[in-house]
């Protein structure tokens, strides 16, 4: 899951500026590239009023040590942010959570809601309201609460979190809230399973409703990041009950990253490119061959158990964690780890 590129829309206010910084903060700590965006456009900022927002804002990071790149297009800034973090291939989008609100999305939908819903990518909402400033000494965040239900959109939630806390270097609580408890604990133990060895993970199981209790549980143990997975942000349920993605966004005492758990198929890879892939329930590190032919790996890093992501620049399988890489075979051809990728069947 490497956050190799990252994407920050901002009009200059005080609530994008915090996003920014967490944003650069966030960069520096996963060594990503950073992309400063803004909108122009007819009832919006004037081209130039743009470029001085994002010379400002390019300013503010640099001060922070880190070097971003802007963009400016016309457009919806919702547009304008998920259409940059498509062209530029994004892992990442950072948003303020200003607009998340109940009302602000019955009445119009916020902007941060709609760069969830249309993202292509993960998306980092950043509670801008939070007494905690992106001027606060490492660490970035403590420990990170993810939430399951024991679905495989969850369990790929959870897997994001694990991989998270490995390149941050903080534990991991998964809180199950459902009101039986036997299976509670059997998706507790199964979520366990997919842990990088070394990663602290702690298991929690309340009751209630999900988006209350998740909020409830942070706030109670200073969890100050919650992982969600994606699914239930977009149709007619979210109008109609909200989703507890948007919910946990809307009403979270801290950062939430909304991470994208739809799977690909072998067949969404293009001939001579990888990918991680579904096949039958099972997560698979696939590289396809001009021919055709396909090579089927196990994605967990032999160093400690993280997930490889493919890098198509290199062609090459990359460890977010600690910065194994694998060719497109998956032979190690640098540490730490020493073993090759398994291979698998499919
Ligand atoms: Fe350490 Fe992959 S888990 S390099």
Not at 165 to 193: F, H, N, Q, S, W
Request: proline share 5%.
């Amino acid at each position: 899951m490497g956050y190799r590129t990252i994407v920050v829309g901002t009009d200059g206010s005080e609530t994008a500026t915090r996003a920014l910084r967490t944003a650069a903060r966030f960069a520096k700590k996963v060594d990503g590239q950073l992309i400063l965006v803004s909108a122009s456009g007819p009832i919006g900022f004037t081209d130039r009023e743009a470029d001085a927002v994002l010379a400002a804002g390019a300013d503010a990071v640099r001060r922070d040590g880190v070097e971003a790149e802007t963009v400016r297009r016309e457009g919806d800034p919702d547009d304008v942010i998920t259409g940059a973090a498509q062209q530029h291939e994004a892992d990442l989008i950072v948003v303020g959570n200003v607009g998340m609100d109940r009302a602000g999305r019955l009445r119009r939908g916020g902007v941060p809601e709609r760069v969830a819903i249309g993202a292509p990518s993960d998306v980092l909402v950043v509670n801008t309201a939070s007494p905690r400033t992106p001027d606060l000494p490492d660490p970035l965040y403590r420990r990170i609460l993810v939430g399951t239900d024991g679905s495989p959109t969850a369990q790929e939630a959870a897997r994001k979190a694990f991989d998270l806390g490995m390149m941050l270097g903080i534990g991991v609580t998964v809180c199950y809230v459902a009101g039986d408890r036997l299976l509670g604990a059997i998706a507790l133990e199964e979520a366990k399973k997919g842990k990088p060895r070394g990663l602290g993970v702690h298991t929690r199981l309340v009751e209630g409703e999900p988006a209350e209790q998740i909020t409830a549980l942070a706030e109670q143990e200073e969890l100050d990041l919650i992982v969600v997975g994606n699914k239930g942000l977009a149709g007619a349920r979210r109008v109609l009950l909200g989703s507890v993605p948007s919910e946990v966004a809307a009403r979270a005492p801290t950062d939430v990253l909304i991470a994208k758990t739809v799977d690909r198929t072998v067949d969404d890879l293009a001939p001579g490119h990888g990918g991680i892939v579904a096949v039958d329930g099972r997560r698979l590190a696939v590289f396809k061959a001009d021919d055709g032919s396909l090579v089927v790996l196990n994605p967990r890093c032999q160093h400690m158990g993280c997930t490889v992501d493919w890098n198509d620049a290199e062609r090459t399988w990359d460890c977010p964690c600690h910065g194994s890489r694998y060719r497109h075979d998956g032979t190690v051809f640098q540490g730490p780890a020493k073993k090759d990728l398994d291979p698998e069947r499919i």
